[in-house]
């Protein structure tokens, strides 16, 4: 029971700790000092992905599967952020599919 408690209490340091790294600015290293002022699209990508779907009898029996392709979009992001106490800028990219 205690190992439980003690690493959900760890898990949620952990987070709270990267989370405060993440915003930390590399110029001037204090915490929470980047914040975000623009987001760009930089590229879009046509991609897609097969799906396996579960075929079923009324009584919700699984009695087969089929292959379906979706279609989607994968966009790439520049996120610009500032620093907020020395104005430093800082830029790095993040993608996200969209189905």
Known sequence: MWIFILSIVTIVVLIIVASLFSSRCPNCKKFNAL?????????????????????????G???????????????TYEITR?????????????????Y
């Open 35 to 59: 914040e975000q002022i623009d987001k760009t699209i930089v590229a879009t990508e046509e991609i897609s992905k097969i799906e396996e779907l579960k075929i079923r009898d009324k009584q």
């Open 82 to 98: 500032r620093c907020k106490f020395c104005g430093y800028i800082d830029k790095y990219h993040i993608s996200e599919d969209k």
């Open 61 to 75: 029996n699984e009695i087969g599967t089929q292959e379906q392709r979706k279609y989607g979009t994968k966009v």
